[in-house]
Nanobody, 126 residues
Framework: QLVESGGGLVQPGGSLRLTCAAS????????IAWFRQTPGKEREGVSS????????RYADFAKGRFTIDRDLAENTVHLQMNSLKPEDTGNYYC?????????????????????WGQGTQVTVSS
Protein backbone atom coordinates (compact mmCIF):
# COMPACT_ATOMS: atom_id res chain seq x y z
CA GLN A 1 0.00 0.00 0.00
CA LEU A 2 0.99 3.60 -0.57
CA VAL A 3 0.87 6.17 2.20
CA GLU A 4 0.84 9.92 1.63
CA SER A 5 1.81 12.52 4.19
CA GLY A 6 2.68 16.19 4.39
CA GLY A 7 -0.65 17.79 3.65
CA GLY A 8 -2.12 20.55 5.76
CA LEU A 9 -3.39 24.09 5.87
CA VAL A 10 -1.22 26.76 4.26
CA GLN A 11 -1.74 30.37 3.27
CA PRO A 12 -1.73 31.40 -0.38
CA GLY A 13 1.83 31.71 -1.59
CA GLY A 14 3.02 29.15 0.91
CA SER A 15 4.67 25.79 0.41
CA LEU A 16 4.11 22.17 1.30
CA ARG A 17 6.17 19.05 0.72
CA LEU A 18 4.20 15.87 0.23
CA THR A 19 5.71 12.44 0.73
CA CYS A 20 4.66 9.11 -0.74
CA ALA A 21 5.94 6.03 1.05
CA ALA A 22 5.17 2.35 0.65
CA SER A 23 4.17 -0.37 3.02
CA UNK A 24 4.81 -3.87 1.70
CA UNK A 25 5.44 -2.55 -1.81
CA UNK A 26 8.82 -1.95 -3.47
CA UNK A 27 8.18 1.66 -4.44
CA UNK A 28 11.45 1.82 -6.33
CA UNK A 29 10.10 -0.73 -8.82
CA UNK A 30 7.42 1.66 -10.09
CA UNK A 31 6.95 4.96 -11.78
CA ILE A 32 5.06 7.18 -9.35
CA ALA A 33 2.57 9.93 -9.98
CA TRP A 34 0.69 12.45 -7.91
CA PHE A 35 -2.96 13.08 -8.65
CA ARG A 36 -5.39 15.43 -6.97
CA GLN A 37 -9.10 15.66 -6.45
CA THR A 38 -10.18 19.26 -6.12
CA PRO A 39 -13.73 20.39 -5.31
CA GLY A 40 -16.02 20.18 -8.31
CA LYS A 41 -13.46 18.58 -10.59
CA GLU A 42 -12.46 15.11 -11.63
CA ARG A 43 -9.25 13.55 -10.42
CA GLU A 44 -6.37 15.05 -12.38
CA GLY A 45 -2.73 14.25 -12.79
CA VAL A 46 -0.23 16.61 -11.19
CA SER A 47 3.20 15.12 -11.83
CA SER A 48 4.95 11.82 -12.41
CA UNK A 49 8.48 10.46 -12.14
CA UNK A 50 10.13 7.45 -13.68
CA UNK A 51 11.44 4.49 -11.73
CA UNK A 52 14.97 5.76 -12.26
CA UNK A 53 14.06 9.32 -11.31
CA UNK A 54 15.52 10.64 -14.53
CA UNK A 55 12.27 11.54 -16.29
CA UNK A 56 9.41 13.64 -15.01
CA ARG A 57 6.12 15.07 -16.24
CA TYR A 58 4.07 17.97 -14.98
CA ALA A 59 0.58 19.23 -15.60
CA ASP A 60 0.53 22.75 -16.98
CA PHE A 61 -0.76 24.15 -13.70
CA ALA A 62 2.15 22.56 -11.84
CA LYS A 63 4.98 23.70 -14.07
CA GLY A 64 7.24 26.21 -12.41
CA ARG A 65 5.61 25.74 -9.00
CA PHE A 66 5.79 22.02 -8.18
CA THR A 67 8.78 19.70 -8.22
CA ILE A 68 8.70 15.91 -8.02
CA ASP A 69 11.68 13.86 -6.91
CA ARG A 70 12.38 10.48 -5.43
CA ASP A 71 14.81 9.19 -2.85
CA LEU A 72 15.78 5.70 -3.93
CA ALA A 73 17.63 5.07 -0.67
CA GLU A 74 14.59 5.99 1.41
CA ASN A 75 12.09 4.41 -1.01
CA THR A 76 10.02 7.59 -1.10
CA VAL A 77 8.71 10.11 -3.61
CA HIS A 78 8.17 13.76 -2.80
CA LEU A 79 6.15 16.56 -4.29
CA GLN A 80 7.42 20.02 -3.38
CA MET A 81 4.66 22.54 -3.90
CA ASN A 82 5.50 26.24 -3.88
CA SER A 83 3.47 29.38 -4.55
CA LEU A 84 0.32 27.56 -3.58
CA LYS A 85 -3.02 28.98 -4.64
CA PRO A 86 -6.52 28.47 -3.23
CA GLU A 87 -7.39 26.45 -6.33
CA ASP A 88 -4.73 23.93 -5.35
CA THR A 89 -6.94 22.89 -2.44
CA GLY A 90 -7.86 19.23 -2.61
CA ASN A 91 -6.94 15.69 -1.72
CA TYR A 92 -3.60 14.61 -3.13
CA TYR A 93 -2.91 10.98 -3.95
CA CYS A 94 0.17 9.10 -5.05
CA UNK A 95 -0.12 6.14 -7.37
CA UNK A 96 2.23 3.47 -8.70
CA UNK A 97 2.54 2.46 -12.36
CA UNK A 98 4.41 -0.45 -13.92
CA UNK A 99 6.57 0.58 -16.85
CA UNK A 100 10.13 0.64 -18.09
CA UNK A 101 12.66 2.13 -15.65
CA UNK A 102 13.24 5.25 -17.71
CA UNK A 103 9.60 5.95 -18.54
CA UNK A 104 7.48 8.34 -16.55
CA UNK A 105 3.82 7.48 -16.24
CA UNK A 106 0.84 9.13 -17.94
CA UNK A 107 -1.04 11.86 -16.13
CA UNK A 108 -4.20 11.49 -18.20
CA UNK A 109 -5.12 7.89 -17.40
CA UNK A 110 -5.52 7.30 -13.64
CA UNK A 111 -7.32 3.99 -14.26
CA UNK A 112 -4.10 2.51 -15.61
CA UNK A 113 -2.31 2.75 -12.26
CA UNK A 114 -1.71 -0.34 -10.17
CA UNK A 115 -1.74 0.97 -6.61
CA TRP A 116 -3.09 4.04 -4.84
CA GLY A 117 -2.75 5.67 -1.49
CA GLN A 118 -5.58 7.07 0.62
CA GLY A 119 -4.62 10.67 0.01
CA THR A 120 -3.53 13.67 2.04
CA GLN A 121 -5.58 16.85 2.27
CA VAL A 122 -4.10 20.15 1.13
CA THR A 123 -5.96 23.32 2.01
CA VAL A 124 -4.78 26.69 0.77
CA SER A 125 -6.62 29.47 2.50
CA SER A 126 -6.00 32.73 4.29
Amino acid sequence: QLVESGGGLVQPGGSLRLTCAASGLPLNDYAIAWFRQTPGKEREGVSSISQSGANTRYADFAKGRFTIDRDLAENTVHLQMNSLKPEDTGNYYCAAYSTLPTMSSPLSDPDSYDFWGQGTQVTVSS
